[in-house]
Each structure stands twice: as structure tokens, then as C-alpha cells.
């Protein structure tokens, strides 16, 4: 069963591939919280306690809920951000590369899998969600897309802590999610600044700042 | 016996093709308000399409004269590949999907060879873009097909469908992602919408119709016939992914291949009402989103399904 959330996760990583709109990689966001969640709760079922209850359900609070509407809100929204995201690479290539990536990434976990004590498929997912969170940084130009980017980068990270140690303290967990707020809140701020005095939301213009 | 049913269920299976389009049209006609023609409409035009003349391009070499019909055929053995409910298919032996693949592909290549051989520039255009678009379709059958005889060591078609079984859930998701993208394969190959808009009048939005500008009376009449059989043999084929197999019940199997069609036509007329035609440079990356989906599920069952 959990296999199938993970596949389910790198087929949300396909589509963030393939789309050309700054709302899908919301929507996409908002699916992989509700996959985590689902993830994080799975092996929980067994021995259902309030206490256990914690994680899951904030992760589903910071990820699903809270962030995505901050971002629709007070960026897409007030901002009149367009809806198309801007690309320093053709959205084909950008699938060849994100595939190759993925073909790459299966392999090499499976090679570890033989060696170590992890999870092939949880760990492949994560390390392709890492890998392409990074590419959508480095390949696309709008500031609100490299949030989502980011986003989609500690989603990765959370999963490999999942695949690699099977229970992470979830006191440090739940600090991590505190700290992603409050990150995507300064960058919410320091986007509001920086299109008040540009009145752009694209990277190329930042070049023109000096100190 | 077994083998005289097979036969009639592939009759009536040739005989309904155009009854899958006409369902589908007019289906398509009511969603979006209109009245629409009747479901037997496509009968009524090729019926006039026999009694027309068939008229040959002064261009036109012997080509142009056996490309309708090798397509026409070819299209008609790959249908005979496909497991019908829980019937045996008439052709059934080991390595058949390759067999499936091919066939359709000869079919494709004659058709665009009668393009190329009048000589019209039009539907040069066509031919090159149906090529085009074909090598990116052709990647989404083997990966999905593929990486189900990975997965069940078996490489014909009978054997693969008749051997899933819906136990383990993490299969369930697998089927169903199969099945979507052998259901954008059949979007693409039998140039439905978001691909190919089959009612477009203007020359240049056209992929398939194109093609077939110049061909008049029985020539068109195979074309029409083969790309509505077309369309109904990839429908089986997606079909067959939900088939449950495990019952051994040929009506009730039959019955249910009949609803799985039905609401597979449902889907189909979702998608071409609510969606418009896609810019042509958009449709590779549309057709590779399919092949990776393919490519995900074979890497993910290959290596850790042990």
C-alpha cells in the first residue's frame, strides 16, 4: 500500500513535468501533502494513539491547507501573477531530462538497495523529488515557481527521512514544518517587496539590483 | 465450438465498429445541446460511400490502389489479436504483441504511403505529421504493454489480460495508470480530440483527415471503415485492463466488457467536450507524458516486484 502512495508521488512529479501553469504546481503541492499525510499515517494504523495523531495531521494543516492558501492568496492573487510559468527550457526537454533523471535515480536506489538497509521505491521517490524540485529552480524564472520548487524539495527531503530511518523523532519533524512556514511567510514578504518596487515577478529583472 | 463463438463474437465486433462512433457522436452532440444525427448515421454514410465512383489521381501509381485495402486488412488481423471478454482470440500464440504493434504500424505506413503518392502537397503535410506523431505513440504501447509481460512472463495478449489479477492494491493503481495511458495511445492514434479535431474543415489543423482528401468511393469507404474499426480495437484494448479475469463466466464477461465500453465512450466524450484541440508543438510533450508513464511502471515493476 505504501508503494502505491509513492508511485503515486513520482506520477505528481510527471505532471509537475509536464504542466505550463503556475496553478497546477499549487494543486500538484497540495496533492503531495495529502500523499505525505497518507504516508506518514500508514504504518500508525496498527496502534492508533492522539499522540501519534500529531505529525500526520499537521503535516496536513502546514502543507495542504496553510501554505497553499497563503500563496494563492497573498502572492497569486494580489499580485496578478500569470498564469503561465516562464521557462528557460522547453517544456519537452524539460520531461526528457525529468525521465532520464527518474530512470537514473530507480536504478542507482535499486543498486543500494542491495547493500543497505533501505527502502528502494520510497527512497527513489524522494531522491527524484529532490532532484527535480531543483530542476524547476533552475529552469524556471518565475519567483513564485522557485517557491513551489523549494516546496517541493522538502517534500523530497521528508520522504527520504521516512525511507531511510523508519521513525525520525517527531519533535524534529514538526520543528521542520515550523521553519518551512516561516520561510515561504519571509518569502512571501520579500516577494510583496520586491514586485512593489519592480512590479515584475520574473528572476531576469532581479539582475539589475546592485548594491 | 469454443472456436465457431470466437468467430461470431469478431463478426459482431466488425459489424458494430461504426455503431461505437455513431454512440459516440451522438453522445457528444447531446452534451453539448444539440440533437445530433442517430447512431446508426455512420452505417447511412458508408453505405453511400459503396455506391460512389472510386476515382484514381492521374499521378497515382498502383500504390495509391493497394494502400486502403493493406490497411484496411492489416487493422482487421491486429483486432483478431484481442481477447473479446473471456473468449479466446482467433490469432492467440506467444509474442503476439509484437505482432499487435506491427500491424497497426503497417497499416499507419500504407496509409501514409497513399498520401505521399498523388502527390498533393496537403497531404504530404498530413503524412509527415502522422509519422511525426506516431513516434511518439508507438514508445507508449511497449512500455506499457511491455512492462506487463515483464510482470507475467507471458508475451501473448490472451495469456497477459487473462493472467491479472486485482489482489494486491499497489496492482490496482498499476492497471489503472496502464490504462490511462493506453487511453491517450488511443486518443492519439485514432486522432481524436485534444489531438486531432476529426471535424475540422481547414486543411492545415488536419492530421488524419487530411490524408484522405483525394480518395473517393470504395478507397474512402476502407479508410472510414478501418479508422472506425481502429478506433474500436484500441478501445478493447483498454477495455481489457479491467476486465476481471478470474471470473470464468463468458456471458457475464461479455456483459461487462460491453459496460466497461460504454463508460470508456462516457470518458471520451468528457474529455472532447470539455477540452479544445492542442497547439501542435504541445503534442509531444502530451505523448511523452504517456510513454512516462510507462517507463515509471516498468522501472518500478521490474526491479522491486520480486
Known amino acids: 500500500m505504501e508503494n502505491v502512495l509513492n508511485i503515486l508521488f513520482c506520477l505528481s512529479l510527471l ?36 499522540f501519534t495523531l500529531i505529525l500526520p495531521v499537521t503535516i496536513l494543516l502546514v502543507k495542504a491547507i496553510m501554505i497553499p492558501l497563503y500563496i494563492r492568496k497573498k502572492i497569486i492573487i494580489e499580485l496578478e501573477v500569470k498564469r503561465n510559468i516562464e521557462s528557460n527550457l522547453q517544456q519537452f526537454n524539460f520531461l526528457l531530462l525529468t525521465v532520464f533523471s527518474m530512470i537514473a535515480v530507480f536504478i542507482s536506489s535499486n543498486m543500494l538497495a542491495k547493500y543497505t538497509y533501505i527502502d528502494a521505491i520510497p527512497f527513489a521517490a524522494a531522491f527524484s523529488t529532490i532532484i527535480i524540485g531543483l530542476y524547476i529552480i533552475i529552469f524556471r524564472k518565475k519567483l513564485i515557481v522557485h517557491v513551489i520548487g523549494f516546496l517541493v524539495i522538502e517534500n523530497g527531503i521528508f520522504l527520504l527521512g521516512i525511507s531511510v530511518a523508519s521513525e525520525m523523532p517527531f519533535l524534529i519533524e514538526l520543528a521542520a514544518l515550523l521553519d518551512i512556514f516561516v520561510v515561504v511567510f519571509l518569502m512571501g514578504i520579500a516577494i510583496n517587496k520586491i514586485s512593489s518596487t519592480f512590479s515584475v515577478d520574473d528572476i531576469t529583472a532581479l539582475d539589475e539590483l546592485k548594491d | 465450438m469454443e472456436k465457431l463463438i470466437s468467430v461470431l463474437i469478431y463478426l459482431i465486433f466488425i459489424v458494430s465498429a461504426p455503431l461505437f462512433i455513431g454512440i459516440v ?131 501473448s495478449m490472451y495469456d497477459i489480460f487473462h493472467s491479472i489479477s486485482l489482489n494486491d492494491p499497489s496492482f490496482i493503481i498499476f492497471i489503472i495508470v496502464s490504462a490511462i495511458s493506453v487511453f491517450f495511445l488511443m486518443i492519439t492514434e485514432t486522432s481524436r480530440m485534444p489531438v486531432d479535431d476529426p471535424n475540422t474543415h481547414l486543411e492545415l489543423t488536419m492530421i488524419h483527415e487530411v490524408m484522405i482528401l483525394d480518395n473517393s468511393g470504395l478507397d474512402l469507404f476502407l479508410y472510414q471503415y478501418s479508422s472506425y474499426l481502429k478506433m474500436l480495437v484500441y478501445a478493447t484494448f483498454a477495455a481489457d485492463f479491467f476486465n476481471p479475469f478470474n471470473v470464468q463466466n463468458h456471458i457475464i464477461g461479455f456483459l461487462l466488457y460491453i459496460i466497461i465500453l460504454l463508460i470508456l465512450i462516457g470518458n471520451l466524450v468528457w474529455i472532447e467536450t470539455m477540452m479544445g484541440r492542442f497547439r501542435m508543438k504541445n503534442i509531444p510533450r502530451y505523448l511523452l507524458f504517456a510513454a512516462s508513464i510507462g517507463i515509471l511502471n516498468l522501472l518500478i515493476y521490474t526491479f522491486f516486484n520480486k
Open chain 1, 15 to 50: 505532471y509537475l513535468a509536464t504542466t505550463t501553469r503556475v496553478d497546477a504546481y499549487l494543486k500538484v503541492f497540495v496533492l503531495q501533502g495529502i500523499l505525505l499525510f497518507f504516508i506518514v499515517i500508514m504504518p500508525l494504523i496498527n496502534r492508533p494513539s492522539v
Open chain 2, 25 to 155: 457522436n451522438k453522445l457528444k452532440s447531446r452534451l453539448t445541446g444539440r440533437l445530433g444525427p442517430s447512431i446508426f448515421q455512420t452505417y447511412f454514410d458508408l453505405k453511400r460511400l459503396l455506391r460512389k465512383e472510386t476515382i484514381y489521381a492521374q499521378s497515382a501509381s498502383f500504390v495509391s490502389r493497394i494502400a486502403p485495402v493493406v490497411s484496411f486488412s492489416s487493422i482487421l488481423f491486429a483486432g483478431m489479436i484481442l481477447p473479446i471478454g473471456f473468449y479466446k482470440p482467433l490469432i492467440s500464440f506467444n509474442g503476439d504483441i509484437i505482432l499487435f504493434a506491427y500491424l497497426l504500424g503497417l497499416s499507419r505506413f500504407f496509409q501514409i504511403l497513399g498520401a505521399m503518392d498523388i502527390g498533393s502537397s496537403f497531404e504530404g503535410m498530413g503524412a509527415a505529421r502522422e509519422a511525426t506523431f506516431a513516434v511518439f505513440a508507438e514508445p507508449i504501447y511497449f512500455f506499457t504493454l511491455g512492462s506487463l509481460a515483464f510482470i507475467f512472463k507471458f508475451t
